[in-house]
């Protein structure tokens, strides 16, 4: 294969949905070798992606979906905590551009014999992978493969608490392909916010592309120093952001509003009182909807806990865009996959 | 005079004595016979030349892990204490979070032995306030003070049963030792790595607030001042704690000292965010705000308690400036390189500080926050003061050498330091087996130049900087 700028071939991948498209395209921008999280990627780039993401979802409606774009490449998911959703979507994308997938889990592999990370993600690396992606417990693993490997592409499936940077892309993906634009858009993201990766990846990716994010949820449940606005100085990314502890109030005027996987064990560490209160005091539902946002599209990362954070018949009505966002991601999934596991060209570092 | 060595033409500080003057220092059998202006000695005896340089008491270090026995991968005391000398260090304190740990006399006595055998740095060894530091019940304390213990902790295990606290400050006064707390509410602290703030919001890491360190602060103090024990509150790192502790000793009802670590009087919780690749090589904290690197999460910079905020670092140093504070202290902890490359989660807390903590201090004194004789003063009287050492009558009693001065018939410990040296910190190079520090690459002014131990030279970077073999 020739080495060829990622724009290029993008454009030779899917041209002949590209050609469909009957929009002016700015130039395609992407400098990352590796996808960490958005703080490091610019809004040129996210509209990169998204644009490529729109090529993918295109191609995706066709009869044939699968492409030959990624043929003789390796991309390998190493997960270290179970996940469904996120792998399939991955492993699928992989397929549907011909790229060969190879899946590992912690399960039965070397780092149960304790082998280190380190050790585990070089090995994949001699193995031949273009690209890994990875789904780690602990915040910032990425960054310890990353720092590790020198021709592989990590990607982020999620780490700790930390990020989730390809679900904020299909977020973002979701709420441009709803409401035409992100840029004044008010997305209220709905739980508990100080365990979220996905909060904190849709925060990044939201405030460079304009839109106002609004956290809301128990105050045991938010990040502390936003909370106390301890330190909104110059500079800040978070400037924007609007910290509310009262839905009502969130949910007035809201564009989007995307509710978050209450966890059984916050109230074991005594951050809440009970599902129950919980249920009542910050479900996003109905009622709610209709008084204060009637018109706002309804998002949730997944998996639902239905009744708890998000009531069924908001889990499935109309506004719900939740299995778009499946769809969606799968899009993006692909568009990243093409930009990272296609030959490297010049323009990366 | 058999054994002696002069030490000419040095600006002598020693603040016990407010001496701060060019002059000599003349050793004989292993104790000061005179410093001040120029006094000459007895002919051959071997003379170190100081012009240039800034002579003074040995620095003492309240408080270190050799690691010895049991974590020899980490540190032996051989190769501590000679990072010791090598950071300018002539005393150190060893602390009994050992394998097994130093909760009983035999084991202190072997340390003892040990630090007799690599005759570098003087090492006094701190016993454990509980047997195994599991904060159950109190260990042997008298008979480790018998056999050379110079004080309790249990450190890295806060001593967190108030009753248990209590009994062992109660308890102590017998000896007359301090019992050193390192103050971590642990239901409060859980499993943070680093400070609660907005890097770890930032990194997703969980967070240690400043208030777990300052309610048992606040708790050892009234207990101090309930029993009328000594204690002395181990590696201090928040604004609180310093406001504690000034009211704790400006109400005089409790007999309380402190120390802080050079990294909490420099660093800040930024450092865990990583730098630039490659490094700048400056003594500046990344952008809190800026993009992420693939050297995030550095688990370099975590350390327990964790680095605070600019607005913490600025309020320790007014403390360590106006005496709230009595002593710097290194909290060396080295581990091996396999013990920080994995997660944040995964990394053991600690920074390997010897080597590096005068030239780190020495950057208040460059940029005007501290004068030099002050900076020398929490290095050597302070902590001399806190180990009752300090005076003739004082150090008689509690069976040690009279340390951190100069006067006649002190200690012969004596560091010669180059404040103008500029040096880039180089791990490779380190004496310790701890290369985990932030500080990589980073180019510090202040260098330590020559260690003398019981008038004996135990250190010389110079003859380390031509190849030559460091006289032992």
């Known amino acids: 294969m020739t080495s060829i700028r990622p724009a290029r071939r993008e454009q030779t991948a899917v041209a002949p949905v590209a050609t469909q498209i009957a929009e002016p395209t700015p130039p395609a921008v992407w400098r990352q070798r590796h996808l ?59 397929k549907l551009l011909s790229a060969d997938v190879i899946n590992l889990s912690s399960n039965g592999s070397s780092t149960e014999k304790g082998e280190s990370l380190v050790d585990t993600v070089l090995t994949l690396q001699a193995s031949a992978a273009d690209v890994l992606v990875m789904r780690h417990s602990h915040s910032g693993a990425p960054y310890l493969a990353a720092k590790s490997l020198d021709r592989t592409s990590v990607i982020n499936a999620g780490d700790g608490a930390h990020a989730h940077p390809t679900q904020a892309l299909l977020d973002m993906f979701t709420i441009q392909e709803r409401l035409g634009e992100l840029e004044g858009k008010r997305v209220v993201i709905v739980g508990d916010i100080s365990h979220s990766r996905v909060a904190r990846s849709d925060l990044w990716g939201l405030c460079k592309m304009g839109a106002t994010p609004v956290l809301c949820g128990p105050p045991t449940l938010m990040p502390w120093d936003l909370l106390n606005r301890r330190r909104i100085d110059e500079g800040h990314p978070f400037t924007g952001v609007e910290v509310e502890t009262d839905i009502e109030r969130a949910l007035d005027g809201a564009d989007v509003v995307m509710p978050l996987r209450l966890q059984k064990e916050r109230m074991a560490a005594g951050l809440l009182p009970s599902v129950r209160e919980y249920a009542r005091m910050w479900q996003v539902n109905q009622e709610r909807l209709s008084r204060h946002c009637p018109q706002a599209v309804v998002m949730h990362p997944g998996p639902m806990n239905e009744g708890v954070e998000i009531s069924p018949d908001v889990a499935h009505g109309a506004a719900s865009a939740v299995e778009e966002q499946v769809t969606n991601g799968l899009a993006v999934r692909m568009a990243l996959l093409l930009i990272l596991a296609a030959p490297h060209g010049g323009d990366h570092d | 005079m058999t054994d002696a060595i002069l030490v000419t033409g040095g600006r002598i500080i020693d603040p016990a004595q407010g001496i701060d003057a060019v002059g000599d220092v003349l050793i004989a059998d292993g104790v000061v016979v005179s410093a001040g202006p120029v006094v000459g000695g007895p002919v051959d005896c071997p003379v170190v030349d100081a012009t240039g340089l800034v002579v003074t008491p040995g620095f003492i270090d309240l408080h270190v892990h050799l690691r010895e026995p049991g974590q020899e991968d980490k540190e032996t005391i051989a190769t501590g204490a000679l990072a010791a000398v090598r950071g300018g260090f002539t005393t150190v304190c060893a602390m009994p979070n050992t394998e097994p740990a130093m909760d009983n006399a035999a084991v202190i006595r072997h340390v003892m032995d040990a630090a007799q055998q690599a005759g570098l740095a003087r090492v006094l060894p701190i016993g454990c306030v509980s047997r195994g530091r599991a904060g159950k019940e109190l260990a042997d304390m008298g008979e480790m003070a018998e056999a050379g213990a110079i004080g309790f902790s249990d450190d890295g295990a806060p001593v967190a049963d108030p009753t248990l606290m209590r009994n062992a400050l109660t308890y102590s006064t017998t000896t007359g030792l301090p019992v050193i707390n390192h103050c971590e509410e642990p239901s409060l602290a859980k499993d943070g790595v680093l400070h609660e703030g907005w890097v770890a919001s930032r990194l997703g890491l969980p967070g240690q607030p400043a208030a777990a360190e300052e309610t048992m602060v606040a708790r050892d103090i009234d207990l101090a001042g309930l029993t009328g024990g000594k204690v002395h509150i181990a590696h201090i790192s928040t604004e609180g704690t310093l406001a504690l502790l000034r009211q704790a000793k400006a109400a005089g009802k409790a007999n309380v000292t402190s120390e802080v670590t050079p990294h909490h009087l420099l660093l800040t919780e930024e450092w865990a965010l990583g730098g630039i690749e490659g490094g700048a090589g400056e003594l500046t904290a990344p952008d809190p705000y800026g993009p992420l690197t693939r050297t995030a999460y550095d688990t370099r910079a975590k350390v327990n308690p964790p680095l605070r905020t600019e607005d913490d670092t600025l309020a320790l140093v007014e403390g360590l400036k106006d005496g709230t504070i009595d002593a710097i202290a290194t909290d060396h902890a080295p581990h091996t390189a396999t013990d920080k490359c994995c997660t944040m989660h995964e990394a053991a807390f600690g920074i390997s500080g010897l080597e590096t903590a005068f030239g780190l201090c020495y950057s208040l004194v460059e940029r005007g926050d501290l004068d030099l004789p002050t900076l020398i003063a929490r290095m050597t009287t302070g902590p001399a003061r806190v180990l009752g050492a300090d005076t003739s009558e004082s150090a008689a009693a509690s069976g040690l050498p009279l340390l951190g001065t100069l006067q006649a018939g002190a200690a012969g410990d004596v560091t010669l330091l180059d404040p103008d040296a500029e040096w880039a910190v180089d791990t490779s190079g380190f004496a310790s087996k701890g290369r985990n520090t932030p500080l990589e690459g980073i180019t510090l002014q202040g260098r330590v130049i020559k260690t003398i131990v019981g008038g004996r030279l135990v250190h010389d970077a110079l003859a380390d900087d031509t190849g030559e073999a460091n006289g032992k």
């Open chain 1, 36 to 94: 960490l999280d958005l703080d490091a990627v610019s809004p040129e780039e996210i509209t990169t992606v998204l644009r490529s993401s729109k090529a993918m979802k295109a191609m995706l409606r066709r009869e044939v979906k699968k492409a030959p774009t990624l043929r003789g490449r390796t991309i390998m998911t190493l997960f270290s905590e179970p996940s469904t959703r996120t792998r399939v979507s991955f492993e699928t994308a992989g």
